[in-house]
């Protein structure tokens, strides 16, 4: 019989970052967001340990999961069965280490999305801007508010987390607001957005946000080439581009830039 225990998320970060073989303190950030925790102890540190994180969505996000081994998939289930207990939309990401597609599928979850690590050589997509925007490095935009509403237009992609002004703040996490851009529209609000993170001649960006009414546009693309020119001034050859929650045609739109998707982890979507 597999016994699990509720945890306070307090408690559960030291819990998480064993299996998750980082430092307590690498999660801390993220106490604010977790709402419960439940955890399966077992030998070497635990069998296993989950918790759930807020996220712009009606979704909670599941954090952890289970030691691999012959009970994996016996406390998987057992996790995640006691998250759902209160009916909440749940998501996750299937990983062979954590949480495997197969114990998701048995509970009846569904792939919805999924994060993708493109790499390649720095693309020059041929991506006008849309009439009536503006595109502008991030430098020259410091407004939180304007910042707030260009980041927000990620708030509806599977996978994405919420953000808040320490993370909207010029240079926030070292990126680099010389060469990331944002778009704004006739009335100098936000509707998209792309960071950026220079290491010498690698180019790393999150896939570009765009605002859900400018998506059939060539507005996604463009931000990218401006961010790659930005780059490319600067002596960047490559690109790494971390997608969550793209839609299909995004992502067919990526592979034809010539990129390669060297990491692909599903999503997966509760039922409830």
Do not use: K, N
């Not at 989950?50 to 979704?59: C, F, G, K, V, Y």
């Amino acid at each position: 019989m597999t016994r699990l225990y509720p945890v306070l998320p307090e408690d559960a970060l030291a819990l998480l970052a064993d299996l998750l073989s980082c430092a307590p303190d690498d999660l801390r950030p993220l106490l604010a967001q977790l709402l419960a925790a439940w955890s399966c102890p077992g030998a070497a540190g635990g069998a296993g340990v989950i918790a759930l994180r807020r996220t712009p969505r009606a979704d909670l996000e599941v954090l952890g999961g289970a030691r691999p081994g012959p009970r994996q998939a016996e406390v998987a289930l057992a996790l995640l069965r006691a998250a759902s207990v209160a009916g909440t939309p749940l998501s996750a990401y299937a990983d062979d280490a954590l949480l495997p597609e197969d114990v998701l599928r048995t509970l009846g979850w569904r792939r919805a999305g999924q994060y993708t690590e493109w790499r390649g050589a720095l693309p020059t997509p041929d991506a006008p801007v849309p009439a009536g925007l503006r595109l502008l490095p991030l430098a020259d935009v410091p407004d939180l508010s304007v910042r707030r509403h260009a980041q927000a237009t990620y708030a509806d992609r599977l996978g994405h987390t919420l953000v808040g002004d320490a993370d909207l703040i010029p240079g926030a996490h070292g990126s680099d607001d010389a060469v990331g851009h944002v778009a704004l529209d006739a009335s100098g609000q936000g509707v998209g957005v792309c960071r950026a993170w220079l290491a010498g001649d690698t180019l790393t960006v999150g896939s570009p946000g765009v605002h859900p009414a400018l998506r059939h546009t060539t507005l996604r693309h463009a931000l990218l080439r401006a961010t790659g020119d930005a780059a490319r001034a600067r002596g960047a050859r490559g690109l790494v581009m971390q997608a969550w929650g793209d839609t299909p045609a995004e992502t067919q739109a990526d592979a034809e830039l010539g990129l390669d998707a060297v990491t692909v982890t599903p999503i997966y979507l509760s039922r409830s």
